[in-house]
């Protein structure tokens, strides 16, 4: 098991709706990555935070946002829900934003959009 | 997009049999990583294999890396049950300022007892 967890490990939402998905980086790591992995596919990265500043970004459209805060928690926020984001949300902190370093990864959230 | 492919999709083995999974990629990298998923759950690092290197040892884990056919294998020998999973290549590309990694679809692996 790794120190990352993240909360809540499942949810159901509707269409239009938003989402708050929160992850807790392993004690030490500055960094954190979000993910997400459709069924059946491997995560495509969303954005990493790197010292609470955006540092770089996938190919996700703007109403995927994050946080990043002072002790290194994140946060991943989703506005006006649709089906195809109904996903496996990982998140990973790493001690750096530079590689090669290892990517700790945590449980994840199973997000349901209906 | 994705970066990596795995190949093959699925691999069904007997306990105490190898398995080999392979991994190819379109652009040049700085390393590449294998990475298991169990059940649709968090993903555990394996290895991380640098793009200096050929081949990289870790247990009962050997990886390869040929960086002029863009393709990488993991090698599992010795197989047991408790490997089932997905595992899945990643890989960090030169350029960027950020340290991301990009997944293939991974390979699902079954080991009967």
């Known amino acids: 098991e790794t120190g990352v967890t993240q909360s809540p490990t499942h949810l159901i939402k509707t269409r239009g709706q938003q989402v708050t998905l929160r992850c807790s980086s392993q004690?030490?790591?500055?960094?954190v990555s979000w993910y997400q992995q459709a069924l059946g596919q491997g995560p495509q990265f969303i954005f990493q935070?790197?010292?609470?500043?955006?540092?770089g970004r996938g190919n996700f459209p703007p109403r995927f946002s994050g946080l990043q805060f002072p002790n290194y928690s994140s946060e991943l926020n989703v506005n006006a829900l649709e089906l195809d984001d109904s996903a496996l949300y990982l998140c990973?902190?790493?001690?750096?934003?530079?590689?090669?370093?290892?990517?700790?990864f945590g449980p994840g959230t199973r997000l349901t959009v209906l | 997009s994705q970066q990596g492919e795995e190949d093959p999709q699925a691999l069904s083995i007997q306990e105490g049999e190898n398995a080999t999974m392979n991994c190819s990629y379109k652009?040049?990298?700085?390393?590449l990583q294998w990475y298991r998923q169990n059940s649709g759950r968090g993903l555990v690092h394996l290895i991380l294999?640098?793009?200096?290197?050929r081949e990289k040892h870790s247990g009962r884990l050997r990886v390869t890396l040929d960086t002029s056919k863009k393709s990488s294998s993991l090698l599992i020998t010795a197989s047991r049950a408790a490997d089932t999973a997905s595992y899945f290549c990643?890989?960090?590309?030169?350029?960027?300022?950020?340290?991301?990694?990009?997944f293939g679809k991974g390979t699902l692996l079954t080991v009967n007892p």
């Open positions: 990973a902190s790493s001690f750096t934003n530079r590689g090669p370093d290892t990517q700790y």
């Open positions: 004690s030490g790591h500055n960094t």
């Open positions: 935070y790197y010292r609470e500043e955006e540092n």
């Open positions: 652009t040049s990298i700085n390393n």
């Open positions: 294999i640098r793009s200096n290197e």
């Open positions: 990643a890989t960090e590309s030169s350029g960027g300022s950020n340290y991301k990694l990009t």
